[in-house]
């Protein structure tokens, strides 16, 4: 524990502008982001006595070694600066919502030839047009088959577009009239992309004039005694109606509006969210989030406006947000909110009428959401530490181990041998921090000697990140983690408070295996003189825990939290491991003979499959041949020709009921 004297700022030393600071531990990683009208004013506060601080600020500044700041100069920069820091550091005492649920969104790619309608959850995609979220899928499903009656968009996956489009023949929503089956060409990719934009302002709310479009035609047609026609029409208005009528309307005035509501106890809060667009609730989202920050109500909402639309940008930020409290600065969050949404937007409490009404509705879902999930955790706090307090004491610990690695060799019958490691904070899982290797140093199946080069591996890198006193580079040897890994080759900055790989040291480490496991993890400690972690290793057989230099094992009981926990870290370290050894070894089986030639990158690969339509093809072309594909020079294609005519032939399949040689040209060996 740290004594925030030691590493308080001189007097005078703090500037007394507005700015950005952040807290760093021992291990200089940032653990705390917050912003200042005044930064002399601000920091002041955190060096009290530790007696009169709130307990979640005390723990705080205790685990912290540091502390610097970043003048900016207008409070709307501090606001930026603040949420980049936040999403680029991840600082575990900051307040960070986290959705309770994967919510769905109907989505319109709108940036493919032939947009297609779909369900999609998940990050946000560039080019495509969302709605939503929406509660249940189901919900979007319903709205999405009455409306592709009036707005037949395509639906279909790639691969089944594709098939149809080789075939001549469209899918069974073709044959209905429920896609208008541009596969096939019934429709031109201008009159297709049409429709998808239609589809796309009917469900913006701009519904009122295209229903009266549609009854205008309805008319007209029964007037010329088209009645075919005019039924078609009247069923088509019947199914938009049917369509609005899933989202009642909430607001006469067509407003397009986010209600923001917030429920809140001394340690977690929860958020609620509306999204009204023409009135009528198109969407809804919840939120919950421990309270490490000691804030009120009105820091809660900023934070959450903050993460809705951090991201967000155009529509996507309404013309009007509608909270239950203003933020501490509304002035600099209302121009923060009008810079993303390129136009002013309004920030208010609303104080009555049916917005207040709705307002009370919103607040009411937060106040179930909070009950619902605490009835969810409520043991899961008291659960978590009681399992972490029983490892220590079954492993003779002097502290609960607050941060669990967890190490586990998988391959299959010696080959595409592989290493996972998992991290376990506070007893929930952190797979920002998940990590996984390739054994390098030896050929062949073994497990003890994997376990000690992997173990060896992290913890070298560990022991030169702490010499480098924060500097930590990309290590070329070991496979990160993409989702949250940096590229190949970059070198993070000096100041960067996120241990790229491996800087972070655990309190114990788990090896999936017995004894052997185990004796190889603790030699691959002392080989590098470290003795201030603990190893144990956790054997599927009996579920025994075995602990290095002992000959008979510790038994928990079977309805120990503290074995249940060691379980869990055991079985997501598996999962991880198997699931990129599969990936491996996939890629290997889908190998092609153009992947050896040196030079020949992806793209030109594709363009050289793409152009001929199978490696079988492309190794009967001629190099003239093969230097009319866009981006491939003659020397390149004369490698190409060269390293196809040098593989061998590959074994014709046999048809084995007719004798018959099955021809192959699907271009099988794709890469």
């Known amino acids: 524990m740290a004594d925030p004297s030691s590493y308080r700022p001189k007097p005078g030393q703090i500037p007394d502008s507005p700015g950005v600071y952040r807290f760093r531990d021992e291990h200089r990683r940032v653990i705390y982001v917050g912003k200042a009208k005044n930064l002399r004013q601000r920091l002041a506060n955190y060096f009290q006595d530790l007696a009169s601080l709130h307990p979640r600020t005390r723990t705080m500044v205790t685990t ?26 991840d600082p575990r005492f900051n307040v960070k919502y986290r959705d309770d649920k994967s919510y769905p969104y109907l989505a ?17 995609k560039k080019g495509v047009r969302y709605f939503g979220p929406y509660g249940h899928a189901w919900a979007i499903r319903e709205t999405v088959d009455l409306m592709l009656r009036v707005f037949p968009v395509r639906t279909c996956s790639a691969g089944v ?12 929503l073709g044959y209905i009239g429920k896609c208008s089956a541009p596969c096939v060409g019934r429709v031109t990719p201008e009159e ?8 796309c302002d009917f469900m913006a709310g701009r519904t009122g004039s295209y229903i009266r479009r549609l009854e205008k035609e309805m008319t007209a047609a029964a007037e010329e005694m088209e009645y075919e026609r005019a039924a078609r029409l009247r069923d ?15 607001l006469a005035d067509a407003t397009d509006a986010d209600l923001i509501a917030l429920a809140e106890d001394e340690l977690e809060a929860a958020v609620q969210i509306f999204h009204v667009r023409g009135g009528r609730v198109r969407g809804q989202r919840g939120w919950v989030t421990d309270r490490v920050e000691n804030v009120g109500t009105q820091g809660l909402v900023e934070h959450a406006l903050q993460q809705l639309y951090g991201e967000e940008t155009g529509d996507a930020v309404p013309k009007e947000v509608l909270v239950p409290a203003l933020p501490d600065d509304p002035d600099a969050v209302s121009q923060w909110l009008a810079g993303r949404r390129g136009s002013q937007v309004s920030l208010r409490v609303p104080q009555r009428g049916d917005k207040k009404d709705l307002m009370a509705t919103v607040q009411r879902n937060a106040q179930q959401a909070l009950v ?30 607050l941060r669990i690695e967890c190490y586990d060799i998988s391959h299959l019958q010696g080959d595409d041998v592989v290493a996972s490691m998992v991290v ?28 000690h080069e992997v173990i060896g591996r992290r913890f070298r890198r560990y022991l030169q990140d702490k010499e480098r006193d924060g500097e930590w580079e990309q290590a070329p040897e070991d496979t990160p983690v993409p989702s949250d890994s940096a590229p190949a080759g970059t070198e993070p900055r000096e100041d960067d408070g996120r241990p790229r790989r491996f800087a972070y040291p655990p309190q114990l480490v788990v090896v999936d295996g017995g004894q052997p496991q185990v004796a190889a993890a603790r030699r691959a400690l002392d080989e590098l003189g470290i003795d201030d972690i603990a190893v144990c290793g ?35 370290a598996h999962r991880f491991a198997i699931t990129y050894q599969r990936a491996k070894r996939a890629k290997r089986i889908r190998s092609s003979p153009l992947d050896a030639i040196s030079g020949l990158g992806e793209t030109r690969k594709q363009a050289l499959i793409k152009h001929f339509g199978s490696v079988k093809k492309l190794k009967q072309a001629t190099i003239d041949e093969i230097c009319e594909v866009p981006g491939i020079g003659r020397r390149t294609a004369e490698s190409v020709a060269v390293a196809l005519a040098s593989t061998a032939p590959a074994t014709p399949a046999v048809n084995t009921a007719t004798g018959e040689i099955i021809e192959e040209d699907d271009g099988g060996s794709t890469p």
């Open 64 to 89: 912290a070694a540091s502390v610097e700041w970043t003048v900016v100069s207008t409070e709307v920069e501090a606001l930026q600066l603040e949420y980049s820091w936040i999403k680029e550091y």
């Open 108 to 124: 319109v790619t709108l940036n493919e030839e032939f947009p297609r309608v779909q369900v999609m959850r998940g990050a946000k």
């Open 161 to 172: 577009f594709k098939n149809a489009a080789r075939t001549g023949r469209p899918c069974l």
């Open 192 to 199: 297709h992309r049409a429709l998808a934009e239609e589809f």
């Open 236 to 250: 088509d208005v019947e199914a938009l109606r049917r369509a609005m009528e899933k989202s009642a309307v909430v």
């Open 372 to 401: 619902l999930h605490k009835t969810r955790r409520a043991s899961d706090l008291t659960t978590r530490s009681r399992a972490l307090e029983e490892i220590a004491e079954a492993l003779g610990l002097d502290t609960a181990p």
């Open 424 to 451: 376990f904070e506070d007893g929930l899982a952190r797979k920002s921090e998940y990590r996984r290797f390739q054994i390098k140093g030896f050929e062949g199946q073994d497990d003890v000697r994997s376990m």
């Open 538 to 572: 956790l054997a599927k057989r009996l579920e025994e825990v075995w602990l290095p230099d002992d000959d008979d094992p510790v038994v928990l009981p079977r309805s120990s939290e503290g074995l249940y926990l060691l379980q869990r870290v055991r079985d997501e």
